[in-house]
């Protein structure tokens, strides 16, 4: 389960920091399979369409 290796807040603050995901795999030693899939997961929950929605949804929902 990838929630023992890292939470969706870390996954959005890694991505609203500028990190790309083979950036964040390397950083949490996952895929890059891994985070797409954990990405795409987040993105189908809160109905986001990409990762500038995703960070926007950060920023606007004061999660820093």
């Keep these: 389960d ?3 290796d890292v939470c969706s807040s870390d996954l959005f603050r890694m991505y609203a920091d500028g990190l790309n995901t083979e ?3 390397k950083k949490l030693s996952l895929s890059t399979n891994t985070i797409d ?5 987040i993105q189908s929950k809160l109905d986001l369409h990409s990762i ?3 960070i926007l949804f950060w920023i606007n ?3 820093k």
């Design 2 to 4: 990838w929630s023992s």
């Design 23 to 25: 950036q964040i795999a």
């Design 37 to 41: 899939r954990h990405r795409s997961d």
């Design 52 to 54: 500038t929605e995703m």
């Design 61 to 63: 929902n004061n999660l």
